[in-house]
């Protein structure tokens, strides 16, 4: 069956040092995006991941904090750099163009973060 | 601005039907979707709409009105496996190809 994975699962990391989450599916998909959830909150977008170049940021986001690769059309990496206490969060990785409806986004398992 | 509401908290009955409305305001429109998310789980997509009308998929329905920026999931015969959060999505135009701005979510809490 297809498959959209995530690792680590979740982690505990001490401030100041950075997280690399890895987000890989089982087949080529067109668009590959990350989203953060705070606890207790709705999903926000961090960026969309391009194949092959720069990922797009959404506002409040930044390249130097959240640095972002897809070398292919089955991976992608988001590291969050330079950890606080307030990056504690869900990191959740999603795929478009995967299974119909093709409009749709199907989410990863996510990356459960604490950072002490 | 761009805004999605819904309801934050909503409590049916085994067995009954619950319906969680939408309300939307986007820079333009391109597809609405309902997601389902369990406790300490990722969402799940639930449906899709793009038209005006109502989309059937088994127990869970969603209808979607444009010109009232306004959608709606019925969950018919309810299970105690549904209590989750449902999360509306909506796509618009402009922005980051695909870009989905989520609302806050609604916590069903469904009880025997």
């Known amino acids: 069956s297809a498959v959209i994975s995530q690792k680590p699962s979740r982690d505990i990391c001490q401030r100041g040092t950075s997280l690399t989450i890895q987000c890989q599916v089982d087949?080529?998909?067109?668009?590959m995006f990350w989203y953060r959830q705070q606890p207790g909150q709705s999903l926000t977008l961090i960026a969309t991941a391009n194949q092959g170049s720069e990922a797009t940021y959404e506002s409040g986001f930044v390249i130097d904090k959240f640095p972002i690769s897809r070398p292919n059309l089955t991976f992608s990496t988001l590291t969050v750099s330079n950890m606080s206490p307030e990056d504690s969060s869900i990191y959740l990785c999603?795929?478009?163009?995967?299974?119909?409806?093709?409009?749709?986004?199907?989410f990863g398992p996510g990356t459960r973060l604490l950072v002490l | 601005g761009q805004n999605i509401d819904q309801p934050t908290e909503m409590t049916a009955t085994e067995g009954a039907i619950v319906q969680i409305n939408c309300t939307y305001q986007?820079?333009?429109?391109?597809?609405l979707f309902w997601y389902q998310q369990h406790a300490g789980e990722a969402p799940t997509f639930l449906s899709y709409n793009v038209l005006d009308g109502l989309e059937e998929k088994g127990r869970f329905s969603s209808f979607l009105s444009r010109s009232k920026g306004y959608s709606y999931l019925l969950l018919k015969e309810l299970q105690m496996k549904d209590s989750a959060s449902y999360l509306c999505?909506?796509?618009?135009?402009?922005?980051?190809?695909?870009?989905?701005?989520f609302g806050k979510g609604t916590k069903l809490s469904v009880k025997p």
């Open positions: 999603s795929v478009q163009g995967w299974i119909p409806p093709q409009e749709t986004q199907y």
């Open positions: 999505a909506v796509r618009g135009y402009g922005g980051s190809q695909g870009n989905l701005i």
């Open positions: 986007t820079s333009g429109f391109n597809g």
């Open positions: 087949s080529q998909v067109t668009m």
